[in-house]
């Protein structure tokens, strides 16, 4: 047993395990290692200590506008999408109790996704792209709500009728893609993979808000949430309120996702392997938001980072790396259940 | 185009452009149609009797996925543009695809569910799609050639490719409907089945072998087509009941039906162009997929 201190102020109290607290630090310590090396090299190296100097308004013209207006705000993005992909995850394989439950395949991306070629194609800004992409989303999570609940919404039909969802909304969106002419359909197929080429700071704003509003929201919700997982049943003896618990981790999960979606494109398998990695790390017996958070940024930038490099001349969208890491996390699965 | 020139078309062609039309453009179609149908529906048959699991579907569980990296791969990358070598990478695709996604999704401690089946083909076919779009990348013009037969089209496919996969889909279907009796036996439980004196081993074997080439060779043909392969079957069952021997044959009849039909409603509803039949699928089949899965707790098979 993992000795736990608990902190306590006024109504809240929250456990802290140390390997928890070890772990959040190390992950901090790899995203900020991570995005510094991102920023300081590519074709036009700039040494960490002008780094610092040109984000802090000073040094030369040219290192500044590279590190402050294209590499600062693409490594930001890829930070705060990650960890908002995380916590989503996070709350979804907590609310379906299981591994496999992540946004990703509950049809929320894919409305999303609907929504951003919509605008894409139409010829949208950058800002109408991320905004009809979280409507889609929203209305993706919404359908997907109405149409699972029957007596209560239980996981195991939330999923299923997700895939449904998703499916339908997939086929639209190659619908879609098979209507525009081809260099729309380039653009709108980029975005669908996944990618942080390009994003400048009107993309990170937004997803910054929200983990700033949506974070603390969180936090009320993990214990009642971890009864839950033990059980509508039991919850519900414990004098949790469920279907409530469970729309509002919905509602806080689906706004995270649409809104990292709206900034990135559906970046694939970050929610479904950040929590589980955390999960193993801080030795939890359930996912733990904060440090699936933590752990989705440095997957993220460190992802972004390696699509950027490793290939040479060819650089691929960032959802390319990640969908691979979410192949390595199925074989890791797969083999587990071997034995 | 009147009734009686079709069937002089077809019986007493006389080279006029009528008769061209539908020898070289609109046979071709339909005989894929009805190929494609049939493959579908019988390996969705297949897997859903092999696997227990009523939400076996090809494209559900990610084996249309691996059959189109398979494709993917060998059009995008190896340059094979001749469609009786390509099925072959179909092929592979499809038996890794399956294989992975059934240790996924059958072993572990909680034993098969469907969900558990369902999440893990879905988290396959994700990873195979990403691999496919990232090998599309690197060529605008093979990727301009795939997006229509990635959404699942009959269009575009000439009397040569159809004549080359027919023989792939009509083992596979022979093979299939030949597992009947066997399938029978292995739904009673594996040790009922034992006692009975039936081949596991070499039944489940088969099934598979049954399964990868009527996916590998549909998919290669008209793409990944979602929810054929799933809703006939169940509808079949609740006419004939389980029997095997009545499921499998009347999947095979019925699933064309519904990819014609689904095709022609593309046709009507997009004209002058058209929507693809894999879009009209699952435009079709993902509410009833959804209906099923409300109306009643999911029995295992």
Redesign the interface.
Request: charged share 10%; hydrophobic share 65%.
């Given at each position: 047993m993992t000795p736990i201190t608990s902190l306590r102020t006024g109504n809240l109290s929250i456990r802290l395990s140390p390997r928890g607290l070890l772990v959040s630090a190390g992950l901090i310590v790899t995203a900020v290692a991570g995005g510094l090396l991102a920023i300081s090299t590519g074709d036009f190296p700039v040494p960490i200590p002008d780094v610092i100097a040109a984000l802090t308004g000073q040094g030369n013209p040219a290192a500044r506008i590279i590190v402050a207006d294209i590499r600062a705000p693409r490594v930001l993005t890829a930070l705060l999408v990650g960890a908002a992909f995380g916590v989503s995850g996070a709350l979804f394989q907590s609310l379906t109790r299981n591994p496999l439950g992540s946004p990703d395949f509950l049809g929320f991306t894919s409305g999303a996704a609907t929504g951003g070629i919509l605008a894409t194609i139409t010829g949208g800004t950058a800002w109408m792209i991320a905004g009809s992409a979280l409507l889609g989303s929203l209305g993706a999570a919404v359908s997907v709500y109405l149409l699972a609940f029957r007596r209560g919404s239980q996981g195991y039909r939330l999923v299923l009728v997700g895939i449904g969802v998703s499916a339908i909304l997939v086929s639209v969106n190659s619908y879609l893609l098979t209507r525009a002419n081809i260099n729309d359909a380039a653009t709108a197929a980029a975005w669908l993979t996944g990618s942080l080429s390009g994003r400048g700071w009107d993309h990170a704003l937004p997803v910054a808000l929200a983990l700033a509003v949506l974070m603390p929201l969180c936090a009320p919700l993990s214990r009642p949430m971890r009864m839950i997982e033990m059980g509508d049943e039991a919850a519900v003896a414990m004098g949790i309120p469920v279907e409530r618990v469970r729309l509002a981790a919905m509602a806080v999960g689906v706004a995270l996702c649409g809104v990292a979606t709206a900034a990135a494109g559906p970046v694939a398998f970050v929610a479904l392997t950040a929590p589980q990695i955390a999960r193993r790390l801080t030795h939890s017996p359930g996912v733990t938001l904060v440090t699936s958070g933590l752990m989705g940024a440095v997957i993220l930038v460190l992802a972004d980072l390696a699509a950027q490099r490793l290939f040479g001349a060819i650089q691929f969208p960032v959802g390319v790396l990640t969908a691979a890491l979410g192949g390595a996390y199925l074989a890791l699965l797969l083999r587990k259940e071997r034995r | 185009m009147p009734l009686s020139t079709v069937v002089d078309a077809l019986f007493a062609p006389t080279g006029i452009s009528d008769h061209v039309v539908i020898r070289e453009l609109r046979l071709p179609r339909t005989l894929l149609g009805l190929g494609v149908g049939a493959a579908l529906g019988l390996a969705g048959a297949l897997m859903q009797s092999l696997t227990r699991n009523p939400?076996a579907d090809p494209?559900?569980l990610g084996i249309s996925e691996g059959a189109v990296f398979g494709v993917v791969i060998a059009l995008g990358i190896l340059g094979i543009t001749d469609p009786a070598l390509y099925v072959w990478f179909a092929f592979a695709g499809a038996a890794v695809a399956f294989a992975?996604v059934h240790?996924?999704g059958s072993?572990?401690r909680t034993g098969t569910s469907p969900?558990?089946l369902?999440?893990?083909g879905?988290?396959?076919g994700?990873?195979l799609t990403?691999?496919s779009?990232?090998v599309l990348?690197?060529d605008?013009q093979t990727?301009?050639r795939m997006?229509?037969w990635?959404?699942?089209s009959l269009a575009g496919q000439t009397a040569d490719v159809v004549v080359r996969l027919v023989p792939f889909m009509v083992a596979g279907i022979v093979l299939g409907l030949c597992l009947a009796g066997p399938l029978n036996a292995l739904a009673l439980g594996e040790d009922a089945s034992r006692a009975l004196g039936a081949n596991i081993g070499r039944t489940r074997v088969l099934a598979a072998v049954a399964i990868t080439l009527l996916c590998g060779a549909a998919t290669a043909a008209a793409g990944p087509i979602?929810?054929v392969g799933l809703a006939v079957p169940h509808a079949v069952r609740a006419v004939v009941g389980p029997d095997q021997r009545w499921v499998l044959p009347f999947s095979a009849l019925l699933a064309p039906i519904l990819l014609l039909g689904s095709d022609i409603v593309g046709r009507l509803i997009g004209s002058p162009g058209e929507?693809?039949v894999?879009?009209v699928c699952?435009?079709i089949?993902?509410?009833v997929?959804?209906a099923m899965?409300?109306r009643r707790r999911?029995a295992a098979l």
């Open positions: - | 939400l494209a559900l992975a240790a996924l072993a572990g969900v558990r369902a999440l893990a879905i988290a396959l994700a990873v990403a691999a779009s990232a990348r690197l605008t990727y301009d997006r229509f990635m959404t699942g979602w929810f929507v693809q894999g879009i699952a435009v089949g993902g509410p997929f959804i899965v409300r999911l």
